[in-house]
């Protein structure tokens, strides 16, 4: 697997690379925004890990052009900004994961292979409803209307139109994610809030319902 890191606090730099070559990733490193987007639009990645507080160009605005030049490079972010809101501008600007500050190296390896296998998993053409899920293209569909949708979001609205209507633990839409040792339910939540916002808020019928204590289910209005 292919890494771009673009962090310019080179303590931390130094430790992710460190860490990732050692367990046989092939890195690449840009100290600035402005050199990681150049770096990103120019090479050929797997994954990309992104620091927010970037100089020259800000990860945010990276994020933007990255994702406004048509590029699908699955982007995990790294942020000291904790808030809600915070990571759901991250993920309106194209992010697809995200790990808070101070991180363990074992999370990021599990967030970074888990977004690798989302991008190379094909399959059958998925309906409910007015909803179209087309697995090997990556393509969402409601109403005929394009979902933008991350990758978490993609594989998280794969995971549970797979077992509609039936309920899907929030153990196993995290294991979906992350595999078996990765993810909490906070992070579980907030990749949930963002695909309900694409899924669902621009639309009269929900399909999204959240079972309290439970997990998540997709249901049309006329499932049980």
């Known amino acids: 697997m292919r890494i771009l890191l673009i962090e310019d606090q080179r303590d931390i730099a130094a430790n992710i690379w460190d860490y990732l070559e050692h367990r046989g990733f092939v890195m690449d490193h840009a100290g600035d925004g402005a050199s990681g987007l150049r770096m990103a639009l120019d090479g050929d990645y797997d994954v990309i890990i992104l620091d927010l507080g970037l100089p020259k160009l800000d990860g945010l605005d990276l994020c933007r052009a990255l994702r406004a030049a048509d590029r699908e490079t699955p982007v995990l972010m790294l942020t000291a900004r904790d808030t809600l809101d ?108 963002v695909l309900r916002a694409a899924l669902d808020r621009p639309f009269p019928v929900h399909l999204l319902q959240t079972v309290h204590g439970f997990g998540y289910r997709l249901a049309d209005s006329g499932d049980g």
């Open 86 to 193: 915070d990571k759901l501008v991250g993920f309106a600007e194209g992010a697809d994961d995200y790990v808070v500050k101070p991180f363990a190296m074992k999370e990021v390896e599990a967030r970074l292979r888990a977004l690798y296998r989302r991008g190379k998993q094909p399959g059958e053409t998925l309906q409910l409803a007015d909803l179209r899920l087309d697995p090997l293209n990556r393509i969402a569909e409601r109403a005929g209307r394009r979902l933008t949708l991350t990758h978490s979001g993609f594989t998280l609205l794969e995971t549970l139109l797979r077992r509609s209507p039936n309920v899907v633990r929030h153990a196993e839409l995290a294991n979906a994610l992350w595999g078996e040792s990765g993810g909490d339910v906070a992070t579980l939540h907030t990749h949930l809030s």
